[in-house]
């Protein structure tokens, strides 16, 4: 993990912000991935298919994507406090907007502002928390803030499909800009100022995977499972409607199945990556695709889609945070770009997964998304296998000692 500690004696504070950046990462991604759990009212009530309602997940994953590189670099002076501040007050407006848009368009264009604000925080948050505590804490602090993903999918989303069965989606979305607030307050309160630092300008962030093939290798399988995962995730409630005549309560309860897979894969990571990040990312690979081959196979069924969704979020968790420090483990110095060029790979993948998916779903039906998701995850799943276990094993050496 990266060096740069501001803060060398851990103190509760410290560990607050910690605990401050992972509960922004928990209303940025729930905010994010929200719509998979409301695809059904949401479409419902503006007139529109399944797939063009996914266009909400996929627009923001596009501009969170493709615009972090440039705002990361054209940001580098600016005090990362501050920066995140802004980027909540951002989330926070957006999610208002979303909750009052008179039109489908008009939220599609709030989902492309708020996907800029997600984009610059997935990139500088880990670095964030890192640098509150001791050097010897960075890995724990790291694994906290990362945590936040598994909280999000545990009770974020279900809590705002459950909210919507109470309510209605724009009242779950107002409800989410309330939150978004709090955290904000939480963030200026417990995170002290911290200077930009190893910030690099947008010509030195797009020569890294050029220069740096453990790099490039990493964001090339990172592209493939988010592809796969997402396009096939994205669809998930429509997929338990069809297969198994799911209602709200099911399908809140399989996505809390799931989170809390992703959260026991996430700690068993948060001990295995220190070992082997290859590994690891290999053994949760495996365990996606398997996951998606029993949902198509036992999932028509209730008990066999819990018992696929059980393996898919473990296999999530760990893969999620192997990715996330074999990135950092192939560029230890300049972790704020390679982090940004893993967001970029990353949002752009889940919003392209969840434009395929929603192709695939609205001309060949959803059990074909599930079939994309075998496929693109197997993909990834044999590339990192086939890198070599060279150039991986050097990578893994950086990693633990970090």
């Not at 010897?136 to 069965?165: D, K, N, Q, Y």
């Amino acid at each position: 993990m990266p060096a740069a500690h501001d803060h060398p004696v851990s103190t509760l504070k410290s560990w607050l912000g910690v605990a401050a950046i992972t509960a922004s990462l928990f209303v940025f991604l729930t905010t994010e991935l929200m719509p998979i759990g409301l695809l059904t009212p949401l479409s419902t009530t503006l007139g529109i298919s399944v797939g063009v309602a996914g266009l909400m997940v996929t627009l923001q994953g596009i501009s969170a994507g493709l615009g972090v590189p440039f705002i990361v670099a054209w940001t580098r002076r600016v005090n990362r406090r501050v920066l995140l501040c802004g980027l909540l007050a951002i989330l926070a407006l957006g999610n208002l907007m979303t909750a009052v848009a008179p039109n489908y368009p008009v939220m599609l264009g709030t989902r492309l502002v708020m996907g800029f604000a997600s984009g610059v925080f997935w990139a500088i948050g880990v670095s964030m928390a890192v640098r509150l505590v001791p050097e010897r804490h960075a890995s724990t602090a790291a694994a906290t803030v990362m945590s936040g993903i598994s909280i999000a999918t545990v009770v974020g989303i279900p809590l705002g499909t459950v909210l919507e069965s109470l309510t209605d989606w724009r009242t779950t979305f107002l409800i989410w800009a309330g939150l978004s607030a709090l955290v904000l307050v939480a963030v200026a309160a417990l995170i002290p100022s911290l200077p930009s630092a190893n910030a690099v300008s947008v010509r030195e962030v797009f020569r890294l995977p050029v220069t740096n093939l453990p790099l490039r290798l990493v964001l090339t399988s990172v592209v493939l499972f988010v592809l796969g995962h997402f396009g096939a995730y994205t669809f998930i409630r429509p997929f338990l409607e069809e297969r198994t005549a799911a209602g709200a309560v099911f399908v809140t309860t399989v996505l809390m199945v799931f989170g809390a897979g992703g959260a026991i894969g996430n700690f068993i990571a948060g001990s295995t990556v220190r070992r082997s990040p290859r590994g690891s990312f290999v053994a949760g690979c495996l365990g996606l695709v398997a996951s998606l081959l029993l949902l198509l196979t036992i999932g028509d069924g209730r008990p066999g889609a819990i018992a696929a969704l059980v393996l898919w979020g473990l296999s999530f968790g760990v893969v999620q945070l192997s990715q996330v420090n074999l990135t950092l483990a192939a560029a230890p110095d300049t972790f704020e770009a390679a982090m940004s060029l893993n967001t970029m790979a990353y949002n752009t993948s889940i919003a392209l997964g969840a434009l395929f998916g929603g192709l695939f779903a609205d001309h060949a039906g959803v059990t074909s998304v599930v079939w994309f998701g075998v496929v693109l995850t197997a993909a990834s799943l044999l590339l990192t296998l086939g890198t070599g276990r060279r150039r991986s094993s050097s990578v893994s050496e950086v990693a633990a000692g970090g």
